[in-house]
């Protein structure tokens, strides 16, 4: 048979495919994109080639260089896969925008480029988006199913749902503040895929109205009645609720004396098994006609949030394995045995913040004195950091830093009001049993800004190194 030498570009175009298909899509559009040969920078262009790109094996930065440049930005549609070295990952997601991006892998993804990333003090560490004066096609996917997101403001929440996110199947939101509600008419369609859907929101308000319209459009929570009526009827899908709803009102206008008992009975009459509740009673903040309103709280079982608020001295006999940040509040004192619930409920505490302007009061006596405190147990809270007495009674203030009662190894904040109230449970910084707790604060807020005298400064040797 006569041999005849057969040129590349001779190919037909089928097979030219299936040799460039061998190839790394890398390198097929590096060296035949803008080829000077129209056919190759066509069949170059072809939408398998920009579909998948793996930068993984590419060390060669001039050809990162082309692609961020020049090549990315031309084939940003086409993209649906991503793979790179993690430090080629700002430079790449950051050229533009990937509309059908589905799958990202970043490849040598250390601890301290996740830490950098991903990990913050706390979720409010996290910068909120503001999205209310934003087009929808400024933030909008036809295709995404998974979010993630904190948002300023609960409009902000409400335009994510107006069908700018129609293929949503799990949404977990983080609202920052409770803002007054514009007069907006949002248009906010049935989100028929979800299935999964977290909202939180760090403060209290008085427009539960306006919120339930995010989960269904209707009336104030405060028992099972209202979750199935206002949430649960109008989610036919949901197959797992995981829910923490605290309602404040007044407790005249509760319509009858209610007990967590009586609250849990409601969620235990529509169905739900794995829940609890409690009800406290708290100062009021000046938008309630009495001294005190009712704090009632619902919630499933593991409680699986990291926040808790408004925890009295009754609460339920159960382990919160999730909680790190946590404030309790109660109209009567908090004593010693209290807080050793709290140590044994919340394992993990980290943050703890204490309302209660009320005296302990052991026999009748308010003392500093250890001496009284022989009889009790050693408390300790091991993972403890932050501790918050700004608006405490200075009973607390000497429960946590007098070490024959409290120990928290690891308290590095300490907030309080003022001085004096800190001179006089450590004896104007010379107190050993108080000395010990203070070791390793680094960082003290106080609303007394006479707080850095020689002597605080010795009894707190870890706030200037």
Request: with cysteine.
């Amino acid at each position: 048979m006569n041999r005849s030498n057969v040129h590349l570009l001779d190919l037909p175009d089928e097979i030219l495919l299936i040799i460039m298909k061998k190839l790394n899509n890398i390198n097929v559009l590096y060296f035949l994109l803008d080829i000077n040969n129209r056919r190759l920078n066509n069949l170059a262009r072809e939408n398998i080639f920009s579909n998948i790109l793996k930068f993984d094996s590419i060390d060669n930065i001039s050809i990162i260089d082309r692609f961020c440049n020049d090549i990315l930005p031309r084939i940003r549609h086409n993209v649906k896969c991503f793979v790179f070295d993690a430090v080629f990952m700002e430079r790449i997601l950051l050229v533009t925008d990937y509309p059908n991006l589905t799958k990202l892998t970043i490849c040598h993804f250390q601890q301290e480029i996740a830490s950098n990333y991903f990990t913050k003090p706390s979720v409010m560490s996290y910068p909120p988006l503001s999205l209310c004066y934003l087009p929808s096609t400024t933030f909008s996917s036809p295709i995404l199913t998974h979010l993630y997101i904190n948002v300023e403001t609960l409009d902000d929440c409400f335009y994510l749902l107006d069908g700018r996110l129609r293929k949503l199947t799990t949404l977990c939101v983080n609202v920052y503040y409770v803002n007054t509600f514009v007069e907006i008419v949002h248009n906010m369609d049935q989100l028929l895929n979800l299935k999964c859907f977290s909202l939180k929101l760090f403060h209290s308000f008085e427009q539960y109205d306006k919120t339930a319209l995010i989960l269904r459009r209707r009336n104030k929570v405060i028992d099972g009645t209202n979750v199935q009526h206002d949430i649960l009827d109008y989610m036919p899908q949901l197959r797992s609720f995981t829910f923490y709803i605290c309602t404040y009102v007044d407790p005249v206008a509760l319509p009858y004396k209610s007990s967590s008992e009586d609250i849990q009975q409601t969620l235990t009459n529509i169905g739900l098994q794995h829940v609890s509740s409690m009800v406290s009673y708290v100062t009021t903040n000046g938008i309630f006609l009495y001294d005190v309103r009712a704090a009632c709280s619902i919630f499933s079982l593991p409680f699986k949030f990291d926040y808790l608020r408004d925890l009295g001295n009754t609460f339920p006999n159960i382990v919160f394995s999730y909680v790190t940040y946590l404030v309790i509040e109660d109209t009567i004192p908090f004593e010693h045995e209290f807080f050793m619930r709290i140590a044994r409920s919340f394992p993990l505490l980290k943050h703890l913040c204490i309302w209660n302007r009320e005296s302990q009061q052991l026999n009748g006596l308010v003392t500093f004195s250890s001496d009284n405190y022989q009889s009790h147990s050693l408390i300790e809270y091991p993972h403890l950091t932050i501790l918050d007495v700004t608006f405490s009674h200075i009973d607390y203030v000497e429960q946590f830093l007098n070490e024959t009662k409290t120990l928290v190894p690891c308290l590095t904040e300490f907030k309080f009001s003022l001085v004096d109230v800190l001179k006089a449970v450590t004896k104007d910084f010379t107190r050993e049993e108080t000395r010990r707790n203070c070791a390793k604060v680094k960082k003290i807020t106080s609303t007394d800004p006479m707080i850095h005298s020689e002597d605080f400064c010795l009894y707190f040797p870890s706030l200037y190194k």
